[in-house]
Every structure is written in structure tokens, then in C-alpha cells.
């Protein structure tokens, strides 16, 4: 039995509802306790501190096939000299290294938001191997053949909820993402865009079709993340109305936006890109049941990776350096893995900056954003603090917008925006928020019997990037991983998932469907808890659904 | 646990002798022995019995080329790896979980962690390393490619369900599988004796694959200056033009004998970005039957690189050139190397300038007897494990099928290092 208390701390809890109060905190056997009978094992004084949960970054490309393509591709950029041993680069870290960075920022948990069902294994292989955090991954539907081919034929709800909660089961994940909905697809059959209410030519089918019926199964399955949807038109001048029309497709049942800043692009003035932050803002403050993240762009080299490979072969033409890769998966999805630079002497690319910032300031409640540079396609994870103090920061921001190597102020109403983020603010959209989204019960607070993720920051570090960037303490599950700023401990952490109950019936129609068509059998296919334990190297933890019906 | 006299069916068991792993395997075990029922070739169906016989079952450690028993085999290995001053830990063949343990070993004995296949699979990487590369995987190609061409001298040997499985089969949800149109280019000789099928829609073309720069130039151009006939280069040309996915498949390993292998693999991968212009095509690099797959890919996760690897207690780097394995031994640059091979057939060839410790799976064969030789179990026999397909996307589970008679690599490399 350990025990720690953590003492005179301010505490940032918004579950609780408790902002910069002073607090004492209490941990036993790896949970959050009321209080301690005995002395604590181990007391933090945390006087001039700050105390948060430990925070949760929803939307982070840390392990997977793509992931590890662009670790393979970019060997030049492992040459990262401020580093002890591991010289990988930020954008495209190696597991040990994701984790080290990780927990120095005080993140706690992180979930990949495209696994490839039939890439499973791999990807939480290499999950596994990252050391303290625990994560999770959204598995990969809306350009598999076998779902398109159930809308295709009209099949009924029930049957693709069915089908839905059995890849949930059998990759071992969180929630459902779709990429490009149908668009993935629609290029393995040489068709190089597809509109929202554009039909494929192989299926028929168009892609607010395709989110709809995943929108509806993931609720009627009760997963607690809504679907993630990257929408189409990534990166396309124009796209906010597509991005509009993806979210209308939902039907007003929950539905998550990621990246939104690459899906808010305008087509105005003489260059035809312009912001439509204002646009898509407006529709995120009074849609009820629509979040997203953001996705912010950072400027330096990078190396954009995602599952849409429509787009990512349409922007192989701006690789820097000059390589890419992209990939048709499996019946299942697709890969694109394209080096960038964002350059501030870019039109484009500051905008896109800009876009950004506009997009988190003018939402009005923290609960809705969420704090990603959509690792590493806007920038490394590494850069959240700096990021932090953007938000925190007009005059750094304002600052910072006016050194920019191209002028964009006539572009960008980001000088008008007067708002800077609290602390509280940040602490809901990097804790609380994601938690509640995610459905971690155990997670993003510190309330009573929920895991013991903490993290501690120095007031005394006067500049908040600082402060944000090295945390004095950080617990893991009730253990002192980080103190001082230096690991203490390693630890790994557990998987996170979910596992919505369906109809056994659906496990046989997968089953002929795979010894006919596919390269492995389904029993193949399927990951167990102990394979994920025994062989893989991580446990898992089930976190609850409950069924909902569409009245 | 069972015991050893139980008699077990399994289904659905994956093959981990080569990289196509097939995971249709239906076996028993009586006895703890392995009894094939599924219908699958004699030569995959030996590589799984063998395991069996007697002498398999019996083969001791051995020191200096004397049987020994494990303890000692493991104090003499303990002790070369002490008095080592630089080595190298070769992957002869594993599964990811084999190839995790031995990255360890070599971060905690300050090694070179290379593998025997580097020389291929880094002609592979280096395509996408240097510029775009369009490829796909198995799947893909079984149910949407209506046009293939495999560049091949003995790959259908290497791989011998890749026809049926794969390129041939009964079943395609995209297209009319009977109007698959298939090249197989290469040896024809060869190609025929190893194809286990008679397929009307196979082609087989007599080619010396040297030249493939020269047929690719020559589809380009629309004018036969290969030196195929013009009435099969018409064919073919009027196949790959009709296309609508194009999927075209080597293994580098065949090319690596001549001198414009790099042209090859790079003109290939070329020619099919040029066709995804307009229309779709894709390549696939068969990966080798020595887990460099797996290796690969655990690796590149754990260190950002693909082998190459030299660990040095402070930081670890990688260099293409400098820390290759083959020269370093050649050179004797090293004094050790610590062979693991848990699954190849294949013959280590050993330097007998430098020691050598082998942990190999009982059939191991080397060339010279090593100073100090630890037989381990295979992973997808006596133990469970993960293996990567040739396609470097799937990734397989190996289950534990017979009560192990040797110890896991995992364990002799942890009791090596302790």
C-alpha cells in the first residue's frame, strides 16, 4: 500500500468544479482518496504549485503503420542533439521517446485516432512499447469494402451496429473514427475527390451517407466518444461548406470534428483561401452534440500522415523534403505519408496559423475544443506549450502575428480577438473535457476511486510555455514517475477501450466474408485481452457503453 | 497446461516459415507431435513436421562444438559476451517479440543490432527514403487487381501459396477473378515447375529480369526494344494499358545478384507512379522468409531506424555503411557476433575470425561450429508470438502448438545478460 499527499497545492479540478483553490491532495494504491488515516508514505509540498489531473491528448498519431513509415522515411531528421539518448526526431518520435516527452509535458494519457482494424496488432504493438501513458486507438471504418457494401445494399441499422461494436472488440478500441468518408475507397477505384453529396462510383453511395450510419451506431451503441470524423475536402479552399454539411449529416446525434483548422478554409479574396473560422465557430457555439479539435499548425518541419490517401497523393506535389508514400490497405483503408514544412513566409501556411488560433478563441466553451496540433500533421506534440501560451497570451500572440514573415493582418481577425485563455480553460479542455468525451470515468479528475494521474507545475517558472513544458511532478497511477523534473520511474500503462455488446449472428457473416475474400481468417483478425496482455504487452481496460435508441 | 500425451486439433493456425504466413493451418497434436491436415504443400507441410523427429527433439547446447548442458552453454556465452569489447547482435530470423528482446540486449551490452537481410531491405526502404513510392498489400491485390505482373526467378519456391492465395484466387469482391490477367515474368522454366496450379489466366514470359529497365522503357515508349516477342510484348502492354489497378510484385533479394538492381526497383516503382496519374497501380516488395519484417518494423519503432543500430550506452545511431554487420565481420572490425535465428532454414554463415554464439532453433545449420551453441524454441511452434506478413501491414499471432523442449530466445537472452 502506497500512499502520497500532495500538499498546499492550487488545485485545478473542473469536475468538481474546483478553480485555484488551495487544496491538499491524497492518493492510496493508486487512486484518488478523500483522505489518509496514516502520515502519507510520500509528501509533495506543492506550495507555489499548480496541481491538475494528469492531461489527456484525444488526437495523436503515435503508433501504427504510417507512423512508423515516416520514423523509416525521415532518418536525416533523427539527428535531435538536445537529447540525452534517443536522437529521434519530435514529429516523428520513437516509442521510448513519445513516452519520455509525454510525461515531461505532465500528459497522462493518449489515443491514436487511426487504427487500421487490420493493422491492429501493429499498432498497439508499438503502443505498448511507450512507456508511462496509457492509450487507445479509433478504429478505422467508413472505406472498409465490407461496411460499404452494407449501406450499398441497404442493410438495416441494426446489423452495421452489429458489425461496429465487433471491430470494437476485435481491434481493441475506444471509438470509431472515419477519414475522408468513403473517399479512401473511392480512390483505389481511381476516383480522386468525393463531395459530401457526391456518390462513389463502386458503392453508390455518398459519404454524408456514410457518417450518418456510423454517427448512428456508434450512439446506439452507447460508445461515449462520438464519431471522429476527419470530413472530406482536407486542406481544400472552400472546404468549410463540406465541413457544415459533414456535421448536418449527423442529424444532431453526437458528432466529433477533428482537425477542424484544415477544414475551415474560405475561397475569398485574390489568393481564394481565406479563414472561415468565423463560419464554422459560429455553427460549434450553437450546434449542440458537435465538438472538435483543432489541430493547430506550428511552423517548422514536419511530416503530415493520415488515412486518406485521396488527399495525401493529391499533396504528395508539396513533400519537403521531396519523398512520400502512399498506400492502399488491406480492403480496409488507406496510408499517406507526406514530409512538410510549415513556412511563415507562406500565405497558406500562416494563414493556416492563424486559422487556428482563431478557431480556439472564438469557441466559447472549453468543453467543446480540444487542444491538438493533430501530432505531428500541424506540428509535434512537443509544442502544446507553446501553444498554451498563444491561447494564454494576446500579447505574445499579437506579437508573434506581427514578426510573421508575410503579412496576414488583413486576413485574419485574430489582432481583434481580445480573449486569452484561464487556467481553468485550459484545464477542462486538456482534462476534464477529453475524459468526459472519451467516457474515462477513471479519468480527468480528482475525484475520489479515479486513477491517480496528477500533474504538479512551478508557479515560480514565470513564463507559462515554461511552466506548462516542465512539470515538477507528475504521478502515473498513484506512482511518482516525474519529480523535479526528472524520471523517476518507468511504468506502462494500460489500453483503454470499449466493448458495446452486439448480435453473435454477425460473427458468422464476417467469418465466410473473410475466408472468402480476405488474406486472414477472422479468428485472426480478432485480438484477445490476453493476447493484448501475453503478447502484445499491454492490459486493457474496459470502460462502459451503455445502449441508446434513437426514439 | 496440457500434457504431452493429450491429443489436440487446432484451426486457423498461422505458418511462421515464410513471410506469407498463411493462417489457414489445420493441425493436430498427438503425443506432441505435428500431424498437417490441411491440404498445403509438402514443402510447408515438412517445415512444420520436422519439428517431430527425435533428433530434433534431442539436440544439446554445445560449447566449442561439444555437447553441453544449458547452464554451462549459458556461463560460456555469459562469459564471451563479458570479455567482448565490440559486437553484434544478428537477427537470423524472428518474430517482433524476439526482435524487441534483442534490441534490448543490444542497448545493455552496447552491440550493433543488425540483421541478415539489411542489404535487401534497405534497397527497399530507400526508394520511399528518396523519393514517392505508391505500393499496396495483399488483400488489395487479391480482390481488386485485374492486371499482375511478378517479376520472378524462384519467388512462387520461396512463397509457394502466393498463386492460390494471392494472385489466382477463387474469390474477388471487386472483379471478375476470372478475368484476372496475370504475368508471372522471370525464369519460365522455373516459374512452371514451382506454380502448384495449371491457371488459364497465368502467362508465364521467359525474361531475363536484368533487363526489366529496358521492358519498363519499352512499355513507356510503346516501341519493343526488350527482348521479348512483339506479339507477347503486345500483350502484355495492351493488358497493363487496360488496367484499372496494376499491382506489380518482386522481391528484391532476386535482384540484388545483378548490377542494375537499384535501377530495377527504382524504374519499377517509377513506371507505376506514372500511371497513377491517370489510373491506378501499386507495387508490392515481397519482404524475405528471415522476419526482416518484423524486424523492420520493431525497429524502426523502437529507434527510429531499420537495423544498422549501433547502441552506445550514451545514445544509440544508426549508419547504413559503418555499422553493417556483413563488412564489420568481414573486416574484423568485431570480435563477436550472436547470431539469433528462431525460424530460417537458411545456412549462418559464420567468420571464424570473430566467436560466435548461436541461438537457433534445433535445425539451425551453420557452415562452422560456433564457440558456444543454444537451441531455443520457435515462436508459432513451442511458443506465441507476432509476426509481420510480407506486406509489412498485417501482422500475425504464432501460438504455442506443442509443449516447448527448448527455452525461448527471450530467456536465453535474459539469462545472458543478468
Same mark, same amino acid.
Given at each position: ?49 499548480? $496541481? ?19 520514423? #523509416? ?59 508511462? $501513458? ?126 477542424? !483548422? ?33 489541430? !493547430? ?63 480556439? #478563441? ?133 489500453? !483503454? ?24 481468417? #477472422? ?29 | ?62 560449447? @566449442? ?31 517482433? @517479440? ?91 522454366? @522455373? ?228
Amino acid at each position: 500500500m502506497t500512499t502520497i499527499h500532495l500538499k498546499n497545492g492550487k488545485v485545478f479540478d473542473p469536475t468538481n468544479r474546483v478553480f485555484n483553490k488551495k487544496k491538499d491532495v491524497y492518493i492510496r494504491d493508486g487512486k484518488f482518496v478523500k483522505s489518509l488515516k496514516k502520515k502519507a508514505d510520500q509528501i509533495i509540498d506543492c506550495t507555489d504549485k499548480i $496541481v491538475m489531473p494528469g492531461a489527456i491528448d484525444l488526437h495523436t498519431h503515435i503508433g501504427g503503420g504510417k507512423v512508423n513509415i515516416a520514423r #523509416l522515411m525521415l532518418q536525416e531528421f533523427h539527428n535531435n542533439s538536445d537529447r540525452d539518448y534517443d536522437l529521434t526526431a519530435d514529429f516523428v518520435p520513437s516509442t521510448l521517446k513519445t513516452g519520455l516527452q509525454y510525461i515531461g509535458m505532465g500528459y497522462t494519457s493518449c489515443f491514436e485516432p487511426a487504427l487500421l482494424p487490420m493493422n491492429a496488432r501493429q499498432s498497439h504493438s508499438e503502443m505498448a512499447d511507450i512507456p508511462f $501513458v496509457d492509450k487507445g486507438g479509433y478504429a478505422l471504418l467508413g472505406n472498409d469494402d465490407y461496411l460499404l457494401n452494407l449501406i450499398s445494399r441497404g442493410a438495416h441499422q441494426s446489423e452495421i451496429n452489429d458489425y461496429v461494436a465487433f471491430i470494437l472488440k476485435a481491434s481493441q478500441c475506444i471509438g470509431i473514427k472515419v477519414v475522408n468518408a468513403g473517399g479512401i475507397n473511392a480512390f483505389k477505384f481511381n476516383q480522386r475527390a468525393l463531395n459530401v453529396d457526391e456518390k462513389s462510383i463502386r458503392y453508390k453511395i455518398t459519404p454524408r451517407k456514410i457518417v450518418n450510419v456510423l454517427a448512428r451506431a456508434v450512439y446506439e451503441l452507447g460508445v461515449p466518444h462520438p464519431l471522429h470524423v476527419h470530413c472530406s475536402n482536407l486542406g481544400v479552399p472552400g472546404n468549410f461548406k463540406s465541413t457544415i454539411e459533414t456535421i448536418k449529416a449527423a442529424e444532431g446525434l453526437p458528432i466529433h470534428i477533428t482537425h477542424i !483548422q484544415f477544414h475551415s478554409y474560405g475561397d475569398n479574396g485574390d489568393r481564394k483561401f481565406s479563414s472561415a473560422s468565423a463560419e464554422i465557430t459560429e455553427y460549434l457555439n450553437k450546434v449542440p452534440n458537435l465538438t472538435c479539435d483543432v489541430g !493547430q499548425v506550428m511552423f517548422g518541419q514536419t511530416v503530415t500522415m493520415s488515412g486518406d490517401s485521396m488527399t495525401q497523393h493529391k499533396n504528395h506535389k508539396h513533400a519537403h523534403p521531396k519523398k512520400w508514400l502512399c498506400m492502399d490497405i488491406e480492403c480496409d483503408a488507406g496510408c499517406g505519408v507526406v514530409p512538410f514544412k510549415y513556412r511563415d513566409q507562406s500565405f497558406v501556411n500562416a494563414l493556416q496559423w492563424a486559422i487556428g488560433l482563431e478557431t480556439f #478563441l472564438l469557441a466559447e466553451d472549453a468543453e467543446k475544443i480540444f487542444l491538438t496540433t493533430d501530432h505531428p500533421n500541424g506540428g509535434p506534440f512537443t509544442s502544446y506549450p507553446h501553444l498554451i501560451k498563444l491561447l494564454m497570451d494576446k500579447t505574445f500572440r499579437d506579437d508573434l502575428l506581427a514578426r510573421l514573415a508575410i503579412d496576414i493582418s488583413e486576413h485574419t481577425i485574430l489582432k481583434d480577438i481580445k480573449r486569452e485563455y484561464t487556467l481553468s480553460e485550459i484545464a477542462t479542455m486538456t482534462r476534464s473535457a477529453p475524459a468526459k468525451i472519451l467516457g474515462l470515468k477513471n479519468k480527468g479528475s480528482l475525484s475520489d476511486g479515479v486513477d491517480a494521474d496528477i500533474t504538479v507545475y512551478d508557479t515560480r517558472l514565470s513564463d507559462i510555455e515554461d511552466m506548462f513544458a516542465h512539470p515538477s511532478h507528475v504521478i502515473k497511477d498513484g506512482i511518482l514517475v516525474v519529480e523535479n523534473g526528472k524520471i523517476k520511474d518507468y511504468i506502462w500503462g494500460k489500453t !483503454q477501450v470499449v466493448r458495446p455488446e452486439y448480435d453473435p449472428s454477425i460473427v458468422k457473416k464476417l467469418d465466410k466474408h473473410f475466408k472468402k475474400y480476405n488474406t486472414i481468417g #477472422l479468428s485472426n483478425f480478432v485480438i484477445s485481452n490476453d493476447e493484448m496482455s501475453e503478447v502484445i504487452g499491454s492490459d486493457v481496460n474496459i470502460n462502459d457503453c451503455v445502449r441508446k435508441r434513437i426514439s | 497446461m496440457s500434457k504431452i500425451s493429450d491429443s489436440i486439433n487446432y484451426k486457423n493456425i498461422a505458418c511462421p516459415f515464410c513471410s506469407l504466413h498463411c493462417d489457414d493451418i489445420e493441425l493436430d497434436i498427438n503425443d506432441n507431435k505435428i500431424h498437417i491436415k490441411s491440404d498445403i504443400s509438402a514443402s510447408c507441410k515438412e517445415k512444420f513436421e520436422k519439428n517431430n523427429s527425435q533428433t530434433v527433439n534431442k539436440v544439446s547446447p554445445t560449447v @566449442n562444438g561439444k555437447a553441453s548442458n544449458f547452464s554451462n552453454a549459458l556461463k560460456k556465452a555469459k562469459q564471451i559476451v563479458k570479455n567482448s569489447n565490440e559486437s553484434v547482435i544478428m537477427n537470423a530470423s524472428s518474430d517482433v @517479440n524476439i526482435a524487441r528482446e534483442m534490441l534490448t540486449t543490444s542497448s545493455k551490452i552496447n552491440g550493433i543490432y543488425d540483421h541478415v537481410n539489411s542489404a535487401t531491405f534497405l534497397k527497399n526502404l530507400s526508394i520511399f527514403q528518396r523519393k514517392g513510392f505508391m505500393c499496396t498489400s495483399l488483400s488489395e491485390i487479391k480482390n481488386k487487381s485485374d492486371v499482375i505482373v511478378l517479376f520472378s526467378n524462384s519467388i512462387l519456391k520461396k512463397y509457394p501459396r502466393l498463386t492460390t492465395r494471392i494472385l489466382a484466387p477463387e474469390n474477388s469482391f471487386s472483379i471478375n477473378p476470372k478475368k484476372k490477367q496475370i504475368y508471372i515474368i522471370g525464369n519460365k522454366k @522455373n516459374n512452371i515447375k514451382d506454380s502448384s496450379i495449371k491457371d488459364s489466366r497465368i502467362t508465364y514470359i521467359d525474361f531475363n529480369n536484368k533487363d526489366i529497365p529496358k521492358l519498363l522503357d519499352s512499355l513507356i515508349n510503346k516501341v519493343n526494344e526488350s527482348r521479348l516477342s512483339n506479339k507477347i510484348f503486345n500483350n502484355l502492354a495492351k493488358s497493363i494499358d487496360g488496367s484499372k489497378y496494376l499491382s506489380m510484385i518482386w522481391a528484391t533479394s532476386e535482384f540484388m545478384k545483378y548490377d542494375t538492381c537499384d535501377e530495377i526497383i527504382n524504374n519499377i516503382s517509377d513506371y507505376v507512379l506514372s500511371i497513377n496519374e491517370t489510373s491506378r497501380a501499386a507495387c508490392l516488395t515481397l519482404a524475405g522468409n528471415e522476419g526482416d519484417a518484423s524486424s523492420v518494423q520493431t525497429s524502426g519503432w523502437l529507434t527510429g531506424f531499420p537495423s544498422r543500430i549501433k547502441f552506445t550506452g550514451d545514445y544509440f545511431e544508426y549508419d547504413r555503411d559503418l555499422y553493417n554487420a556483413e563488412s564489420l565481420i568481414e573486416s574484423n572490425n568485431i570480435d563477436l557476433v550472436i547470431y539469433i535465428n528462431a525460424i530460417s532454414n537458411k545456412e549462418l554463415s559464420l567468420n571464424k575470425k570473430n566467436k560466435n554464439i548461436v541461438i537457433g532453433h534445433p535445425s539451425t545449420k551453420f557452415n562452422i561450429e560456433p564457440h558456444v551453441f543454444l537451441p531455443c524454441g520457435i515462436p508459432g511452434i513451442d511458443y506465441k508470438g507476432l509476426i509481420f506478413r510480407t506486406d509489412n501491414v498485417v501482422t500475425l499471432p504464432l501460438s504455442s502448438i506443442k509443449i516447448p523442449t527448448y527455452r525461448s530466445v527471450q530467456e536465453i537472452l535474459r539469462g545472458i545478460t543478468s
